[in-house]
């Protein structure tokens, strides 16, 4: 069975510091990777994803997430953040072949004072 | 909206009612996906569907829980006798499945809060 770690459960920054969360899976297949963010009182939404290629995926407002194959990791990176990214983020993983179910990691609260 | 939608948007009952959950996916999108919530945790997969068929039960689904997708739209997720423990976010997504080898993205929706008292 495939498993998701995120190892910050919560993180305080202030704006303009650099973000990393760590994201690290367990499977031994070929995987899909994804970065949800739920904004408080929103539903999850989808930040990006990998599927194949480049390692290193851009997705909305200024994140980006590298697939480091040898270490199972798909860290998430801003390098400012703003007070408005104060939101929990999860990752999530899915086999490429069979179960099509996402497996999430516990998330990270993510708090940015102004 | 064309998003996914749920409904209710919360639910409290009592321990041993019935209660049934209703899932609107994007309209184009075959696949549904059903997950749980709970405080302080990522969702945990339920089950899914493909069109009308459900292909997949998490053993999370006990006995009590039924899930169906009649004509391959919209889905209805039903728990039985509920239990303090099944209160939680039941969370819907949809997605549009690949064709070849391609990948999928599921869409979540805003989710049943669900109170057992």
């Known amino acids: 069975a495939q498993s998701v770690s995120q190892h910050n459960h919560h993180v305080i920054l202030s704006e303009a510091a650099s973000l990393e969360l760590g994201c690290n899976y367990s499977y031994g297949g070929t995987v899909n990777l994804f970065w949800y963010v739920q904004y408080p009182g929103q539903h999850l939404q989808l930040l990006l994803k990998?599927?194949?290629?480049?390692?290193l995926v851009k997705g909305i407002k200024g994140f980006e997430a590298e697939f480091i194959k040898s270490k199972f990791s798909f860290n998430l990176r801003k390098p400012s953040v703003q007070w408005s990214d104060t939101a929990e983020y999860f990752c999530?993983?899915?086999?490429?072949?069979?179960?099509?179910?996402?497996?999430f990691g516990s998330g990270t609260r993510l708090q940015v004072q102004p | 909206d064309t998003g996914v939608s749920q409904d209710p948007r919360h639910k409290i009952t009592k321990r041993g009612q019935n209660v049934t959950f209703r899932c609107d996916p994007i309209s184009e999108h075959n696949r549904l996906y059903w997950y749980r919530q709970t405080l302080g945790q990522g969702p945990e997969f339920l089950t899914y569907?493909?069109?009308?068929?459900?292909?997949?039960k998490s053993r999370l689904l006990s006995d009590r829980f039924s899930a169906e997708r009649p004509k391959g739209s919209f889905s209805t997720l039903e728990i039985q006798r509920t239990e303090q423990g099944d209160s939680a976010m039941y969370l819907c997504?949809?997605?549009?499945?690949?064709?070849?080898?391609?990948?999928?993205?599921?869409?979540f929706g805003p989710g049943t809060r669900l109170l057992v008292l």
């Open positions: 569907f493909q069109n009308e068929a459900q292909l997949e």
């Open positions: 997504a949809s997605s549009l499945a690949p064709t070849g080898a391609g990948a999928e993205t599921q869409y």
């Open positions: 990998y599927f194949s290629g480049d390692p």
């Open positions: 999530a993983v899915n086999r490429k072949t069979g179960r099509r179910a996402l497996t």
